[in-house]
């Protein structure tokens, strides 16, 4: 049995070391030709581009995904506005209170974001689990990171069996 230990981890089995770049060798993908985003559209997915670049996240492949977030939160805020305009509930003339269906597209779209923003790395939380998984450093400090640079440069001595 050797005795050389490996106390280290790999990069995620998709996408690996490559999730990761610098913000100026990344290129956005155009959206796909048959989707045809307008302008407001556009303008959103751009912004998306350039927070994942400024992020360091390799999107070359994600023009779909993204162009549907685009469209799901351009008809989410639609569906937000109607519901601010129009209200989100109806009342019977026996006290019954029933949602509208805008109010419906409100919740679905706003639930349909919350499934797709992780997947593109887009919320604070899947944008740290990435980085810590291809090995970037945060800004957190590591507590145990001096115990364990001690224990790796000591001398080797074997480990009981």
Known sequence: MS????????PPAVGGEHVAGKAGEIISPDPPPAINLQQDEMQVYNYIC????AAGIDHTTAG?????IVRTFINWIEASRICEE?????ESKTGWVTPYPWADDEKRLKMELGQWLPKACLTIPSLARVRKDTGEKSGQDDLFGDLVNHAMSSPQRGLPN
């Open 3 to 10: 005795k050389d230990y490996q106390f280290s981890t790999a």
């Open 50 to 53: 350039d927070v994942l670049r």
């Open 64 to 68: 779909i995904s993204i162009s549907v």
């Open 86 to 90: 129009r209200g989100r509930t109806q």
